[in-house]
């Protein structure tokens, strides 16, 4: 089971970890999802290392809770994170997107253990992490249900009425995240199709709602825990507003940043950018 109440430097080394993890696995194809991956880091830092309640070697144990990646073409990021808390093996990120393994460009239920659904028809997440939620409360079971989500699925209708399903069954052991990036595959997601604001719009559909900068693990962190102390019967969302590439300068500073691509030489030097920004950091 996980270690809850890691300290804020541990939660940051592990959010480090991930996107090492990421840039590695990203090298092995020369392109993918990194600039999701790197963005969304240390939200899956604080998920996995402080939040849920899981076994690294038993990924189906029945007391666990549900983290759902709605965004299958986050794959890249999940699969750093099952990495870092020992739930996948670090020998099989050499494997990433390669036919026959484990670790498919999108994720995949069905091939890797702690992948609870396979995401990528966007604005499915949040309806199928209803119907669990309502099914495990129906079992008596006090697991919680996290559902990661991109701003582009807010385009989604099925989203919306998901959100009203779960306000109106009072799921308070739902959580939902948004991450806010302002990217989709057509351009930035607030030029495809405009959705604040959003605070006003989740709250005025029932939700508890915090919206906070999901690149600090520390107000990562602070978001969690009001979520789960919240006292109502209610659902959480929790918006993050992330940078994609954050870490690795030359990435952030892509215009187009959706899937990446980069010359093989660019990956190490992606590695480190990434570990001089951390010891500039620390200076």
Known sequence: ??????????????????RRHALRMAAVQGQGYIGQALGIADVLAVAYGHVLRYRAGDPRWGGRDRFLLSAGHYAIALYAALIEFGILPESEAETYGADGSRLPMSGMASYTPGMEISGGSLGQGLPIAVGMALALRQ????????????????????????????????????????????????????????????????????????????????????????????????????????????????????????????????????????????QGAEA
């Open 1 to 18: 089971m996980n270690t809850a109440g890691r300290s804020i430097p541990a939660l940051q080394a592990h959010a480090l970890r991930i």
């Open 139 to 278: 079992r008596g079971s006090d697991a919680c249900v996290v559902n990661l989500m991109g701003d582009g699925e807010l385009d989604e209708g099925s989203t919306w009425e998901a959100a009203l399903s779960a306000s109106h069954h009072g799921l308070a052991r739902l959580i939902a995240i948004v991450d806010v990036n302002n990217m989709q595959a057509d351009g930035a997601s607030s030029q495809v199709l405009g959705s604040e604001p959003l605070v006003d719009k989740w709250r005025a559909f029932g939700w508890f709602v915090q919206r906070f900068d999901g690149n600090d693990v520390a107000a990562v962190r602070q978001a969690f825990d009001a979520a789960r102390a919240h006292a109502g019967d209610v659902p959480r969302m929790l918006i993050a507003d992330t940078r994609l590439g954050r870490g690795v300068p030359f990435l952030e500073a892509r215009e187009k940043t959706h899937f990446i691509r980069v010359e093989p030489g660019e990956w190490a030097l992606a590695l480190q950018a990434l570990d001089a920004g951390v």
